[in-house]
């Protein structure tokens, strides 16, 4: 059967007033939120002039500082640099691994100059002048020597060609300037061979010319026939005045007659004395332009003398140098006064007050070898500082293949130190012998250090400052406001009495978390740190800076951090889910009511805090927290049944207190007549008999829920009379009314059930 739906009494409005926050402490709403925080502001007014600490004096500072860079040589021999004067070829400055040396540069070479079957090619024959008799038989040079001969007869010729001489020469190049170098010690052989013919006349002869039928008696002498044999050094050029001779020889009776006759020879040249050869070949090359060069000249001269009163003849069938060698070995001159150094430029000591109390020099040294040069007793190295040379030198006799410290303790150089110049050390090796050296020698050291100690005493320059906060000047008065958990900016500019900047100072804040430095800004000279206030406490908090930087004052600065509470605010009320702040509701109903309290500024939820429900002064009840809202339910019937204003109230430390208004509207519930039955049977409409009885059944029940409703005035109307209140019978949910049809009239009769507005205690 279709519901019949109540349409006499429908949903209400309420009209309701609108209740403002302002009327809370009207209402002694207050008295809830126990708190109250006062800010003086005027506490900006404070002046902390005499509570920063000056501190001006003078500072005396100790040093104590190796002068020198690198003194291993570790690596590299950076920053050190060498100097060299005297005979460059000499002395020269090397590195070995993490060690330095000075190398003495001996040599030791030795010269072949022959001739042989193997070096025939290197000789050339020659005379030195133009008027020189060459032998008229031939010379040259053979795979058995430098050769001539001549044959000497009155029959041809005549008396100029008597006297016949030949020369043969080789360039020697030494490859090194000789001025460099001595030679030490030489050798010489030739070996000369001759065959002539019995005409050559010798003391003790009888014939002068042997001759068919009968030979030519010897009847005229002076000194008889010979040849010369000579070896000379010389010169390029060969000049007179530099040739000096080393070898010679003249025959006397090669070509005798006998018994035994004697027209061979084969013998070695006499030759010079060692000495004698050196100091000539010595001469030679010193004269020589490029030290470097000389000729060494071979010679072969015969002289034919006219033994008869007649034609004469003289046959020299072979003469000649079968083998020549000159050996001789030289070695380095090593010139006394050269010097060979490591030096190296340190910083300077600058200022006017400084004090030099100490400076030590030294090093280790060693050589390769198990002792210095006996030859050069009087060597040294010498320590030298700004090209000033020490007083104590170390003497090289003294050195060996160990590495030892040049003095035990070091050298005491204070008196060679001085301040506002660089300082520059220098190790040298000074050679003070001249002295010959066959192979290189290496000095090294290692381990080279100057230490310097000194005091520089300096006034403190006086200071100043400006103090900004959050971008303000606060140098006076040194103090800001702000609200809890705001970030504080502080920025300092530390400078002197000129107002120029002071870079790279030490400056840290310290307060109730513990102290921190305040980070450096060079390019735009200050200092600054930001620090966050969600830690403070509610009003003054202190902080302490500490600015300091050696040789400036040190400037102690109290700052004055006044903190207000967070600003907070009740947000996003949902009442039974519908974000509102007014909500409308049927009477009776349950209410879930949820808000946000949250930070103003940042909009984040606040924890903790304590949430209520008031009507005026009353306390409703309190809110639970949850992860981001707070919530309470409320039964509405505890309400009345008019429209009212609620207030939600939220507190927590450091936030500010929050209101916010709810208007509740109540309406009338709804409600249906349902399941009319007519003597059982459910329906609206039916016959009956005149008078026979009638029974009407009814369920009132709420529209939205369902539930049946109980204690109602349900009447039965017929038009506007009231004709039958209904009987309830509550426990079976219906109402019954039982009607005569005799008290109705003949025909068709309408009725009304009616029931009066509902506000309902129970669902």
Known sequence: MKKILDKSYRKRLIPICLIFLVALNCMGFSLLLNKFVVVNDSFENNNFNDNYLRSQGIVKDFYSKEWLTNGNFTDTTNPWDNVTSGDLTDINATSSPDAANFELIGEVFEREVILDTAHQGDWEAFNKSELTIEPNGGYGVDDDGAYCSHDWNEDSGGQPYNTPRMHWKTVVNMSHDMTDYEITNISFRAVINATVNWDVDTPGDSDARWNTPSNYSLNQHVIYDYAQFEVEVSDLDISVLNSHRIAFNQTSDLGNEGPPSNYKMEKDIETYSEEDIIDSLTSVLEKDEGH????????????????????????????RFKYVNLTFTYQKRIDAGSYVQWNQTGNKISGDDVDIENATLNFKYKINESSWPEESPNSEIRVLINDRVHTETVKMSSANDSFQYAKAGGFDVTQLILTNINITAAIRLYIAD??????????????????????????????????????????????????????????????????????????????????????????????????????????????????????????????????????????????????????????????????????????????????????????????????????????????????????????????????????????????????????????????????????????????????????????????????????????????????????????????????????????
């Open 292 to 319: 470097d060069n000389f000729t060494l000249v071979l010679m072969i001269y015969m002289y034919c003398e006219d033994n008869y009163g007649g034609n004469d003849r003289d046959q020299w069938e072979d003469m």
């Open 434 to 763: 001249t002295f010959n050296l066959n192979r290189t020698i290496n000095v090294t050291i290692d381990e080279v250090s100057l230490i310097i100690t000194y005091y520089v005493s300096t006034v403190e320059i006086e200071t100043e400052y400006d103090l900004f906060l959050n971008g303000i000047d606060k140098t006076l008065p040194r103090s800001t406001i702000v609200t809890l958990g705001d970030l504080v900016n502080v920025t300092l500019k530390y400078t002197n009495t000129s107002d120029e900047f002071i870079h790279n100072a030490n400056v840290s804040v310290t307060y109730s978390e513990g102290t921190f430095d305040l980070d450096y800004n060079a390019g735009l000279e200050y200092y600054n740190i930001t620090i966050d206030t969600s830690n403070f406490d509610v009003g003054d908090n202190f902080i302490f800076i500490t600015a300091d930087k050696k040789y400036y004052e040190e400037l102690d600065i109290t700052v004055d951090i006044i903190v207000r509470e967070k600003d907070a605010q009740i947000d996003e009320i949902y009442i039974n889910q519908t974000l509102t702040n007014t909500f409308h509701f049927p009477y009776g109903s349950f209410l879930n009511i949820t808000a946000r309290y949250e930070e103003v500024s940042s909009g984040n939820f606040i924890t903790g805090a304590t949430m209520k429900l008031l009507n005026g002064s009353q306390e409703l009840g309190e809110f639970d927290e949850n992860p981001s809202y707070y919530n309470f339910t409320i039964d509405t019937t505890i309400l009345g049944n008019e429209s009212i204003t609620l207030i939600i109230a939220a507190d927590v430390e450091n936030f500010t207190a929050a209101f916010a208004n709810i208007i509740l509207v109540i309406q009338e519930r709804g409600t249906i007549i349902d399941n009319v039955q007519l003597n059982g049977t459910e329906r609206i409409t039916m016959s009956v008999p005149y008078g026979h009885l009638v029974n009407i059944t009814a369920r009132y029940e709420d529209l939205e829920t369902g539930d049946y409703i109980e204690n109602s005035d349900v009447k039965l109307l017929n038009g506007s009379d009231d004709l039958y209140s209904f009987d309830e019978q509550q426990a079976l949910e219906f109402y019954n009314l039982t009607v005569n049809s005799t008290d109705l009239g003949i025909g068709s009769n309408s009725f009304t059930i009616l029931i009066p507005k509902f506000f309902s205690k129970k669902y």
